[in-house]
Every structure is written in structure tokens, then in C-alpha cells.
């Protein structure tokens, strides 16, 4: 079965960073493009960013874009994202995918992990 874990959320004050993890228990990790997204309350989640299978390819939201910084470790079948310079508004629970492609569209992602929580405080 499938798992993707995602921790390292939390509460932070405005102008911090957090980096959060995602541990997937794919056998063929290294085969999956990744992604992160997140949802606020009330508000549809979205994209954040994603990277492809070997690491060398990462793409981002406008909103994240020169703060956060996606990376992973196929060997621990592991995806990172780093956030820096926090705001209020980067509040929500955030998601790690799997998908074949990487993708702003959650419709191209196959597997999901149940998030975790970033709290920014002004």
C-alpha cells in the first residue's frame, strides 16, 4: 500500500522558515515526479510547487516563488519543502503528491498524503 507522510508543520512566526518532509513508501520512488500543495480553510487547495523524477527540474507558484525551495532524496525516497521568509497568508495544511508528471493540476497526481499543518503568526 501506498503511503506518503508528510511532518515538519507547525507554528512559526511571520518572516520564519519551516522545511517540511514527506516520506513515501513507493518502491520505485525515483519513477514519480512530486509535488506540494496546500489548502487553507475555506479556499480550494492549491499548487506550490513540483519537481520531476531526478531532481533537476522544479517548478512554483508565483505566490512561493524565491521562498520555498522543493528538492528530494531518492535514496531515502524522500521530497522536501523548504520555506522561508513566511507569511500569514502561507497558513494551511500541506499536501505531498505522487504523479507521473510534474503538474500544477492535482488531477495529475495519483497519490496523496494527509498533510500537515503550517501555522504563521504575524
Known amino acids: 500500500q501506498v503511503q506518503l507522510v508528510e511532518s515538519g508543520g507547525g507554528l512559526v512566526q511571520a518572516g520564519g522558515s519551516l522545511r517540511l518532509s514527506c516520506a513515501a513508501s513507493?518502491?520505485?520512488?525515483?519513477?514519480?515526479?512530486m509535488g506540494w500543495f496546500r489548502q487553507a480553510p475555506g479556499k480550494e487547495r492549491e499548487f506550490v510547487a513540483t519537481i520531476n523524477q531526478s531532481g533537476d527540474s522544479t517548478y512554483y507558484a508565483d505566490s512561493v516563488k524565491g521562498r520555498f525551495t522543493i528538492s528530494r532524496d531518492n535514496a531515502k525516497n524522500t521530497v522536501y519543502l523548504q520555506m522561508s521568509s513566511l507569511k500569514p497568508e502561507d497558513t494551511a495544511v500541506y499536501y505531498c503528491a505522487a504523479g507521473l508528471i510534474t503538474s500544477r493540476w492535482r488531477d495529475q497526481y495519483a497519490y496523496w498524503g494527509q498533510g500537515t499543518q503550517v501555522t504563521v503568526s504575524s
Open positions: 513507493l518502491r520505485t520512488f525515483s519513477s514519480y515526479a
